[in-house]
């Protein structure tokens, strides 16, 4: 089992920036990815961004390339997304979500296997 536990959502104006970060715990050496999904209302999940627990390899939305950057940190088990120059159309509720199934398929929600509870982000125009 891992845990997911994600922070620094909130409101921000058109073109601020926020930082989230997902601490997990549990069985993390398990974990073959981590990545930041986002819903909004009346929207299925959306991939935003993910990143290899142990490898090089990361992945972003075409909509988020540039703005948005995803990192790690293994020694505090925590993933962050650095968010800038966001745009109205970047509100959504924010998951943090681990994968533990597959090395190589990670790029829809069916992919992964743990969830956190979500954090609200909203952008005014």
């Known amino acids: 089992q891992v845990q997911l536990v994600e922070s620094g959502g909130g409101l921000v104006q058109a073109g601020g920036s926020l930082r989230l970060s997902c601490a997990a715990s549990g069985r993390t050496y398990n974990t073959y990815f981590m990545g930041w999904f986002r819903q909004a209302p009346g929207k299925e999940h959306e991939l935003v961004a993910t990143?290899?627990?142990?490898?090089?390899?990361?992945l972003y939305a075409d909509s988020v390339k540039g703005r948005f950057t995803i990192s790690r940190d293994n020694a505090k088990n925590t993933v962050y997304l650095q968010m800038n120059s966001l745009k109205p159309e970047d509100t959504a509720v924010y998951y943090c979500?681990?994968?533990?199934?597959?090395?190589?398929?990670?790029?829809?929600?069916?992919?992964?296997?743990?969830w956190g509870q979500g954090t609200q982000v909203t952008v005014s125009s």
């Open positions: 990143i290899s627990w142990t490898g090089p390899t990361t």
């Open positions: 979500a681990a994968n533990s199934k597959s090395s190589y398929l990670y790029r829809t929600p069916g992919n992964y296997d743990y």
